[in-house]
């Protein structure tokens, strides 16, 4: 070849290593490109590593298991710093399995050598962020399953490139779908509002330029446009790309409006209209150069979705059009080549649509105005965070994750005559839709969308807490406003209330950022926790599943599917509510949240209920209390069944909350490591054998057998605080360890639009990086506690809102030295694995020792993060000892008794702490007062508790009250105040 190799020189490749046919080993990732030189030296004896810093030698990249087999995979090495000077003879492709023989199959391609300065720094943190990871992805093999949005932070409207103008799902393959010169191509510019592919887009509208000389062909694949990816900038503030046929187009967004700006390369200059589907209206005026319509185009899970409203400008006169449906054009006498369309959405009118555009992109306002606008929004959240010690794929990656943290959610409001509206998603609607105004009910206040909480709520949300409160302060209130306008927040914003997903998140989310000061609605924000709680849904895209008999039986059976997780989920969002309940009682004095605090804090322990002794593992119960499956025939690698996306080793750790009391269940502290020992060493197959209720292999399957982290699947949001239960189980070395492995393994291939191992589900992946990152991680959600972890970089520093700084620093930080030998906070020594909220958001410094051996720091007894529990025992939470027959105590609220007074049948001498009462499905036939009385011979009665003025707040109500002066009787009973339904009565002992 005979190539000179100079300070600069970089050698890159793509490669493909395949899995051998039914072989499960990753044998194939033993590979790399080698270099013979001249001289009779090779590359591979050099010393020479990757762009993560891993050897790039065939052993090297197979140890490092940085290569994903079946699929592609960019790697780069800055051969220059070990070989300048000397001559490329041959390039070889090196293999070298250390287990021996085996099959070996794969394909190579891209292969360049060159000389490539060293990256500089960017003047703009901005521009750091890199918009197409995570869309080389597909439903089979998720890497993010992003696309490539191009928005200001938390804005009302998306706006990306498509590559399949006919999909509300996957919107841009960044090479799936080349064409045949293997060139990805473009069919349209499209507003969108798409939370994730598996939920769909929704209100899209579509733009396409075209060079067409007549009238153009405004089919898809007719006005599609190839393009190469070093001619694309993809950037949170901006768009552009330049065709293979010349053709420039660029957008640059505000909140509810863009700017679209097409360069053309001759004097054909056409602009071509169209949508997903013909459920929408196009209108053209060719005189004024206006643009407007509507779009009813959703998904089937976007629920409540309204109708949107388009209104543009284009800057240039037009010659000629035509419209018909959806689809039309315009053609302009464009003198400069050049044609700018200023183009608005609402959800309330074509009026409000054109006033949007007036707030935000009034006549006159150039592009380089609204782009500069957007790119200053971005640095001011990015400049959050800065790092020393990064290689350019880990500012790629950190900067990338804080764009995605601000992308979602969105809001859904619009500044109305000086006041903020929204088209309620929530409610019914009270009129029909028309051209030009939505039949919506129009609700005032601020409102937000897309999200989903079982996704989020282990990262995302803390992460606004921690980063920015007053705006998470803006986003709860935006969620407890669907509370406040529909009855219920949603466990699934897509809009409205999707039913789909585990879990009323938003509990402990919300009650997470309480607990750490957040300034919110506190109080409506708890009584929507509550609702979710304690009531019978009136249908399944609410509330909790199972709540007709969970609150009585102490677990959600498996006549709810997947009511494992269901219960599991329960008892973390039961932590939080009873968090919040305790400082608002602190705050308020009133008793309600003190007994309902007590009430949730016992029913958060309820895990217990779901542990099977003899398998080892929680699994499900029925509603007498049998295993679904006979102990000794429990596998827990079967995956869905009882389980969420996940097996029983997936939810085996789903305590976070009393990670003291799970140990113990375990057989103690060390039992509890063992334990996390043995998940990370049980391998993931993704075999057919073990595909359990799903009926094949799912794409979470796969993606958690190629983290090789064992049953650790990162790629689903399940897994995320699995690592750190290391620090509860008193070997936070092992955290600190499987941290480090995770951050320099799982969110690589940013180069080539991958850069995430799952589904980056409204953020949760890049706030698990950014948390993981600086070294501590929000593991007990709703105790204002981190767990302390292994920091990436010698130095982070955090920009807080209060103006304050926290700094991380780790001096000797390093690819080897991820072990915490000593921590300092503010010139303290601290040993323990947790650190208070208070703590970081006051500012001030952690400063991490590190080097390359575990040591026994924070393996203290009394170092772990919080729990519930915090001796050696099991937790044995109250439940109810009342066995009756009747209505009132057969562990349903779908039936209820008119009663005047209930002798409880205790069955045995007991104390009461605390009873329930659940109301029947007419809450206006609930006592309002009554006396709880005691008695040891049934003839002498004492008042244990007295109420009055009491209420329920729905149907179905499940209310809590703590016994004011308790004691030990055979007897109890409950006297009203008159006749009155209930439902369900408990004596909690």
């Keep these: 070849m005979n190539v000179a190799v100079g300070r600069h020189t970089r050698l890159s490749y793509r490669i493909f290593p395949s899995m051998a046919d039914g072989d499960l080993d990753y044998d194939a990732t033993n590979v790399s490109v080698d270099l013979a030189f001249t001289d009779g030296t090779y590359l591979s004896d050099l010393r020479a590593t990757d762009q993560h810093g891993f050897p790039l030698t065939p052993r090297g990249q197979g140890a490092a298991k940085i290569l994903y087999v079946n699929q592609w995979n960019n790697v780069a090495s800055r051969i220059g710093s070990v070989a300048a000077g000397k001559t490329v003879d041959r390039i070889l492709v090196a293999y070298d399995s250390p287990e021996g023989p085996a099959k070996f199959r794969g394909w190579l391609d891209d292969v360049t050598i060159e000389s490539v300065a060293p990256e500089r720094p960017k003047a703009h943190l901005s521009d750091y962020a890199v918009t197409t990871r995570g869309t080389n992805s597909s439903g089979g093999f998720s890497r993010g399953n992003n696309f490539p949005a191009t928005a200001v932070p938390h804005g009302f409207n998306f706006w990306t490139p498509v590559t399949n103008a006919g999909s509300l799902s996957w919107l841009y393959d960044y090479a799936r779908a080349n064409n045949a010169d293997n060139l990805p191509t473009i069919q349209a510019f499209s507003a969108s509002h798409e939370p994730s592919p598996w939920m769909g887009d929704r209100q899209t509208f579509q733009v396409m330029p075209s060079v067409a000389s007549g009238t153009p062909d405004l089919g898809r694949e007719a006005r599609e446009l190839a393009f190469r990816h070093e001619n694309e900038t993809a950037r949170p503030y901006y768009y552009g790309v330049r065709f293979e046929n010349g053709l420039k ?14 360069t053309y390369p001759g004097d054909d200059a056409s602009v071509l209209f169209d949508n997903v589907t013909d459920q929408a209206g196009l209108s053209l005026d060719q005189e004024n150069g206006v643009v407007t319509g509507y779009s009813d185009v959703k998904s089937g899970l976007s629920t409540g979705a309204t109708r949107l409203f388009v209104y543009g400008e284009f800057d240039q006169p037009v010659s000629e059009g035509s419209s018909s449906g959806v689809k039309g054009y315009l053609r302009f006498k464009a003198d400069d080549r050049t044609v ?3 183009l608005a959405t609402s959800l309330i009118s074509v009026d409000q649509a054109k006033d949007n555009l007036r707030q935000e992109i009034p006549d006159g306002t150039s592009f380089e105005a609204v782009k500069k606008s957007a790119q200053r929004q971005w640095d001011r959240l990015l400049g959050k965070v800065e790092v020393e010690g990064a290689t350019p794929d880990q500012l790629t990656t950190l900067y990338s994750s804080l764009y995605r943290l601000y992308l979602y959610p969105n809001s859904g409001f619009e500044k109305v005559g000086g006041k903020y509206q929204y088209a309620s998603p929530f409610s019914p609607m009270p009129n029909p839709d028309t051209p030009t105004h939505t039949g919506a009910k129009i609700v005032d206040g601020k409102v937000y969308v897309n999200n989903g909480f079982w996704d989020t709520y282990r990262t995302t949300w803390p992460a606004y807490s921690f980063l920015t409160p007053s705006r998470a302060g803006e986003l709860v209130d935006g969620f ?24 009323t998140s938003s509990d402990v989310a919300f009650a997470d950022a309480y607990v750490k000061g957040v300034d919110f609605d506190a109080k409506a924000a708890y009584d929507a926790a509550v609702k979710n709680a304690t009531v019978v849904p009136p249908n399944s895209g609410v509330g909790r599943k199972g709540m007709a008999t969970s609150p009585f039986l102490g677990y959600t059976s498996t006549e709810t ?4 997780s269901w219960a599991l989920e329960g008892y973390l969002n039961d932590y939080g509510i009873s968090r919040m309940g305790q400082k608002l009682y602190e705050e308020t004095g009133e008793r309600r949240y003190k007994d309902e605090s007590a009430y949730f804090l016992n029913r958060a322990q309820d895990y217990v209920n779901l542990f099977d002794t003899k398998a080892g593992f929680f699994q499900g119960r029925d509603a007498k209390g049998d295993w679904r499956v006979e102990s000794s025939k429990y596998d827990p690698r079967v995956w869905g069944h009882d389980y969420t996306e996940t097996n029983g080793w997936g939810y085996a750790f789903t305590a976070p909350q009393d990670s003291r009391g799970l140990a113990n269940l375990y057989g103690g502290r060390k039992g509890l490591a063992e334990k996390l020992d043995e998940y990370f060493s049980t391998p993931e197959t993704a075999s057919p054998e073990f595909v359990g209720s799903y009926g094949g292999v799912i794409h979470e399957m796969t993606e958690a057998r190629d983290v090789r982290m064992g049953m650790y699947g990162h790629s689903n949001q399940v897994a995320h605080h699995a690592i750190y239960m290391y620090d509860a189980a008193g070997q936070p070395w092992k955290a600190q360890k499987n941290v480090r492995e995770v951050l320099s393994r799982l969110y690589t291939g940013s180069e080539i639009g991958q850069g995430y191992h799952g589904d980056e589900d409204n953020d949760e992946q890049s706030a698990w990086f950014l948390f993981s990152a600086l070294g501590f991680y929000p593991l007990v959600m709703g105790s204002g506690e981190y767990a302390i972890g292994s920091p990436l970089f010698k130095k982070a520093t955090v920009r807080l809102e209060n103006g304050r700084e926290l700094v991380v620093k780790a001096p000797r930080n390093s690819a080897r030295n991820v072990y915490v030998q000593g921590l300092k906070v503010n010139g303290r020594t601290w040993t323990k694995t947790s650190l208070p909220h208070s703590v970081v958001a006051g500012g001030g410094v952690l400063e991490f020792d590190m080097g390359p051996r575990p040591s026994s720091w924070g393996t203290g007894r009394h170092e772990a993060p919080v729990s519930i529990t915090r001796d050696d025992e099991v937790p044995t939470p109250r439940a109810d000892v009342l066995e009756g027959a009747g209505a009132l105590f057969d562990d349903t609220s779908a039936t209820d008794a008119a009663v005047t007074s209930v002798d409880l049948p205790a069955g045995e001498r007991t104390e009461a702490v605390q009873y329930t009462l659940t109301s029947s499905s007419d809450r206006t036939r609930a006592p309002a007062g009554w006396t709880l009385q005691g008695s040891s011979d049934g003839t002498t009665w004492r008042t244990l508790d007295r109420r009055s003025g009491e209420s329920f707040a729905w149907d179905r109500q499940t209310r809590a009250f703590s016994v004011r002066s308790p004691g030990t009787y055979e007897k109890y009973r409950l006297v009203l105040d008159g ?11």
Aim: hydrophobic fraction near 40%; avoid cysteine; proline fraction near 4%.
């Design 249 to 262: 187009a660029e957008m640059a967004p505000t909140d509810h409006a863009a700017a679209l700006r097409f």
């Design 340 to 342: 700018t369309l200023r």
């Design 480 to 503: 407890v406003q669907q509370y406040k306008d529909g009855g219920w927040t949603s466990r699934w914003s897509s809009p409205g209330y999707a039913d789909l997903m585990t879990g």
């Design 561 to 564: 599917h997947e009511g494992l």
């Design 979 to 989: 006749e009155s339904t209930l439902a369900e009565v408990e004596l909690l002992s």
